[in-house]
């Protein structure tokens, strides 16, 4: 079985977790992950590959293997293996799975690079860029991978897994092959005992490639809904919540306090900022609020002229208001319905409210859902801008960061960063 060059074996169990194993040509097997694969999946978008995209952007620009003298070329070529065997190695404790693909094709590849290195007509060029297309894949392969987190699982918590799988398969239908449901080798695991040599249930997948990889754990994740990943609002990192009860928030901790525990009330100030109604709502609690304060804090005697409203009384406008808060949230009343409904006292002097702004699609979220591929780190890195416009005309450097920022516009985490 292994005379078809390394690749990674996933093994399924008849509980929801994996076995994960990466073979080489002469048969070594690398590593055992024994997870599932939503925490598979998670372990691979949480991956912080980005200097190993920096260092990959160097080697291109220090080994350009473009010069006339071919001795010199070939010591350039040299060179560009040492450096590029070196930063692979570095890739060995911060992800294995990247690691073992990285080294194994470059061991595919080097009869081609002895070849070239000896040869006197082989392009030295494109032998150097297949070795740093190599080097590159573990962080190229996250691509892909982030842009389906984000579009399967941003703001989809109370959806169903057939929710999320529409979503993806639909905002990615013209991708080829197709994301998720893909054709993979398998064969069947053999039965230790029993008459059936061969099991029905379990199966053990083949893939030779991280992006494959990515896709078969998508499909696995798929099969079953004991674990969902969802994306904290709070922060935009993506967990696995404990129970089946709605989770908004995770648990990570952001100076000092919890997504959970910070959650809720940027939320909420987030909702008002947005809707005029809803602030009004907000007045109008207070102000019942303290009219219960008013009123069952005096003496019986000296209520006069106050209007008649003790805890009873609030209690049944509070439940009102809440039922008619949440309807408006829902879409299902207008915002002047929604009003109308909570001024059982008629203190308010109006029910024409703005529309609230209603988010609009970013222009990231619409990168991210027209092209798999879509890549910050090369879409929008530091960016180099002379304003001619000026009387003055100077350099000056737009950074990632507000360039992220602008195409994200009004969609953000409730934490900011
Ligand atoms: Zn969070």
């Known amino acids: 079985m292994y005379q078809n060059g390394p690749a990674f074996y996933i093994r399924t169990t008849e509980s929801e977790r994996v076995f994960l194993t990466a073979i080489d040509t002469s048969g070594h097997e690398y590593l055992h992950l024994d997870k599932t694969p939503a925490e598979l999946l998670l372990q691979r978008s949480e991956l912080n590959l980005s200097s190993l995209r920096d260092q990959v952007m160097r ?37 294995s799975l990247g690691y073992f693909y990285v080294i194994t094709q470059l061991g595919l590849f080097k009869p081609q690079l ?34 389906m987190f984000e579009v399967a699982f941003d703001g989809m918590e109370r959806a169903t897994q057939r929710d999320r799988y529409e979503r993806l398969v639909t905002t990615y239908s013209q991708v080829t092959p197709p994301v998720v ?4 080798p398998v064969r069947r695991i053999i039965e230790q005992n029993g008459d059936v040599p061969l099991s029905l249930s379990l199966l053990e997948y083949r893939v030779e490639s991280l992006d494959d990889l990515h896709h078969l754990l998508f499909s696995l994740y798929f099969t079953q809904k004991k674990q969902r990943i969802v994306r904290c609002e709070c922060c935009w990192g993506y967990f696995i919540p404990p129970t089946t009860r709605p989770s908004l928030y995770c648990d990570r901790i952001i100076e000092g306090k919890s997504c959970k525990q910070v959650g809720p009330g ?23 609020k303290s009219r219960r304060e008013r009123y069952t804090n005096s003496a019986p005697d000296g209520r006069g002229k106050l209007i008649h409203f003790d805890f009873q009384d ?39 409210v703005e529309a609230p702004q209603k988010p609009v699609k970013s222009e990231w979220r619409k990168r991210v859902e027209s092209n798999i591929r879509f890549d910050p780190y090369r879409d929008y890195s530091d960016f180099m801008m002379l304003d001619l416009g000026l009387e003055n005309p ?24």
């Open 59 to 95: 080697l291109w620009e220090s080994y350009p293997l473009d010069g006339y003298d071919r001795a010199q070329k070939k010591a350039e070529l040299s060179n560009l293996t040492r450096e590029v065997y070196e930063i692979a190695e570095t890739l060995r404790e911060t992800d």
């Open 314 to 352: 609030y209690t049944v406008w509070d439940e009102n208001a809440l039922a008619a808060r949440k309807a408006y949230l829902a879409g299902d009343i207008s915002a002047e319905e929604f009003l109308r409904h909570i001024d059982l006292y008629h203190d308010l002097e109006t029910y024409d």
């Open 181 to 184: 449901n893909r054709d993979y």
């Open 266 to 288: 940027l939320r909420h100030a987030e909702e008002l900022s947005r809707d005029s109604a809803l602030r009004t709502y907000d007045a109008l609690r207070s102000r019942m």
């Open 114 to 147: 002895e070849m070239a290195l000896h040869s006197e007509d082989i392009d030295l060029m494109d032998v150097g860029a297949t070795l740093l297309n190599i080097l590159e894949e573990p962080a190229l392969s996250l691509i892909p991978l982030r842009n």
């Open 394 to 417: 100077q350099w000056h450097i737009i950074t990632s960061e507000e360039r992220t920022q602008d195409a994200l516009g009004d969609s953000h985490p409730l934490r900011k960063k």
